[in-house]
């Protein structure tokens, strides 16, 4: 609804932000506005009794009539000021006593007419924006159309108070539309509040569930890249102790330290998990290092050398990406032991470009084919994670020809000095 429209509705039964007929500003201060209309009321008596005209029999009959303003007022029309049912009989009611009240006592009296000062505002509180300005109208004719056929006065004492009349007509009907004006568009501007509100609220619940959703899709991704593969490299190595403890006891003890030391790297990896912080392998070093310790940890559980070339200048890089890098290289190493067999070789490549970080995984293994349907979560995990990055995936394979993955992450200026 519009304000215009809003202006429709009496003052006191503006619509409340939440489309219920709330109390608005007249019925909340209604205590200020009593007080208001009693000190009109009494000054208009002083006034009154004071003029110096007409006779004092008239001012004494005009100025017990106005009195009696204060008990129609509370036991009529305040009642009516708080009725919020839509019901417009008690505000009329009201209205029109008052009304009979004030224009034999305002055609007598002219000075009666300060009761417009209170009636004014009960008005635009009772009765629609129309019903109230020919209301106003009313109080302002017919007092001075009486007084000036009863009394007779000057020509300038009747221009004066004719004068009188339409601007006190024209100050209350500004100052009830204005007021009016303000208390619509006080709603309106409540009601744009209470949908801004429930849309943070909407936004606040959606990113909430976002989050919780990316969480699930993250969880199982590092359990995946960490846990996963290393409790596969313990069970490939308890496999390979079961074949070597009866004729090669050597062999079988180097594999059962490498079980140790695996068992640790998995045990930090699930602690740095769980605290949510960087990967074990990163921790305090380079992503070079890393990538070598990885490589040797592969020549260690294998036998076969993994070869690492770092191309560029090592440099820091925001976590985010050297994650993205350091997981791709464990799930290739880790795809290469699994399906490629532990004596292929392997050979990794990390290039540091101004603009990019490149990192590649080559195995010269049996390969497969790379557009087939193909289960598990590994290589979707990976080119999940390098598109979040901003970055690319790409794995290149044929049967017979071997297997390579290149991760592509581009690197911005903003990103190169976040990591400074």
Not at 239 to 254: F, N, T, Y
Request: net charge neutral.
């Amino acid at each position: 609804m519009s304000a215009d429209v809003s202006l429709e509705e009496p003052a006191r039964r503006l619509t409340g932000a939440d489309g219920a007929r709330d109390s608005d500003v007249w019925v909340r201060s209604l205590r200020p506005w009593d007080g208001y209309f009693a000190v009109v009321w009494v000054v208009t008596l002083a006034v009154v009794l004071g003029a110096a005209q007409p006779s004092w029999p008239l001012r004494a009959v005009s100025a017990s009539i106005v009195a009696l303003n204060l008990p129609w007022y509370v036991l009529v029309g305040r009642p009516a000021v708080l009725d919020d049912t839509g019901d417009q009989g008690p505000a009329r009611r009201y209205v029109v006593g008052a009304m009979l009240l004030f224009l034999p006592t305002a055609v007598l009296v002219n000075e009666t007419q300060l009761v417009t000062f209170a009636l004014a505002p009960q008005c635009f509180m009772l009765l629609r924006l129309r019903g109230a300005l020919w209301v106003l109208g009313i109080m302002g004719a017919v007092p001075f159309a009486g007084w000036t056929l009863l009394w007779r006065p000057s020509l300038g004492e009747g221009v004066f108070r004719l004068l009188l009349a339409v601007a006190t007509f024209a100050f209350s009907a500004f100052l009830g539309q204005w007021t009016m004006r303000i208390i619509a568009q006080s709603r309106d501007r409540a009601a744009l509040i209470a949908e801004l509100e429930a849309g943070r609220e909407e936004i606040a619940r959606l990113s909430a569930a976002h989050g919780a959703l990316a969480e699930r899709e993250r969880m199982p991704r590092e359990i995946h890249d960490t846990l996963a593969q290393g409790f596969t490299s313990l069970l490939m190595l308890s496999q390979a102790v079961e074949s070597e403890l009866e004729h090669d006891l050597p062999q079988a003890r180097r594999h059962v330290a490498l079980m140790t030391r695996t068992a640790r790297e998995n045990l930090a990896e699930a602690r740095a998990l769980v605290a949510g912080g960087s990967p074990a392998d990163l921790a305090g070093t380079s992503l070079a290092d890393a990538l070598e310790r990885l490589t040797d940890r592969h020549t260690a559980q294998t036998g076969v050398p993994a070869r690492l070339t770092v191309n560029g200048g090592v440099r820091p890089l925001p976590t985010a990406y050297e994650v993205v890098a350091l997981r791709a290289c464990q799930e290739a190493l880790a795809n290469t032991r699994k399906h490629a067999g532990p004596s292929v070789p392997v050979t990794v490549l990390l290039a540091y470009a101004p603009d990019a970080l490149t990192l590649s995984v080559r195995d010269e293994g049996c390969g497969f084919d790379a557009r087939a349907p193909r289960e598990g979560y590994g290589l979707d995990g990976v080119r999940a994670r390098a598109e979040e990055a901003g970055g690319s995936a790409e794995v290149r394979s044929a049967p017979g020809s071997g297997t390579s993955l290149t991760v592509a992450l581009p690197l911005s200026p903003a990103t190169l000095r976040r990591s400074t």
